[in-house]
């Protein structure tokens, strides 16, 4: 069964964030290291645009999250919290954050993309050139590096697709070179 047939299955065909009907898609809930459902929601053009486009972000719409924050699916509510801490100055978000409650797993996954984090005080992944790296980002190896334990050296080049940021550190990301997950200095990278 694909992807979007299961989420459908699990949402009865609706919004998983506010309940609409129309115009809904697949939405990868990052970072999403693995593929399948568990990582994904089922969204509206609504919730999605607003996701990925802060400039968009319609406080109103997202009372929604009054409802949807309660779900039993991890990955509605890691989404859920982050759009909470989005709006948190509006005030009611505020109230809603303090109800909510997430087991150490999903909130390390909620946490992973620094959404709690004051903007000053965020981690900025940048890449050789400062160009800013997000994560599910494409990068180029500008150096050949010998990996430590891999008993193999990643040649200058190299593409290494979809990374992974480490938040607590600006200087490391990781990514899947030779299909061996390993840790890559900022330094030493290219955006593709």
Request: charged share 25%; hydrophobic share 40%; glycine share 8%.
């Amino acid at each position: 069964m694909s992807v979007l047939k299961e989420l459908q299955a699990r949402s009865g065909s609706v919004c998983e964030l506010c309940g609409a009907i129309d115009n809904l898609g697949v939405y990868e809930v990052p970072p999403a290291a693995k593929e399948g459902t568990d990582k994904c929601l089922l969204l509206c053009s609504t919730c999605s645009g607003q996701l990925e486009d802060s400039e968009k972000v319609d406080a109103n719409h997202w009372r929604c999250l009054n409802d949807s924050m309660w779900s039993e699916v991890p990955a509605v509510q890691v989404m859920a919290w982050r759009m909470l801490n989005r709006l948190k100055d509006e005030g009611w978000p505020q109230d809603l954050l303090d109800m909510l409650y997430l087991d150490e797993e999903t909130m390390a996954w909620a946490k992973a993309t620094g959404e709690d984090v004051a903007e000053e005080d965020k981690v900025i992944h940048k890449d050789v050139n400062g160009v800013v790296l997000q994560s599910g980002d494409s990068v180029v190896l500008i150096k050949d590096l010998n990996v430590k334990g891999g008993g193999f050296t990643a040649k200058r080049g190299t593409h290494v697709r979809n990374i992974s940021l480490d938040y607590d550190n600006a200087e490391f990301i990781e990514g899947r070179v030779s299909g061996q997950m390993i840790v890559i200095l900022t330094q030493y990278v290219k955006k593709a």
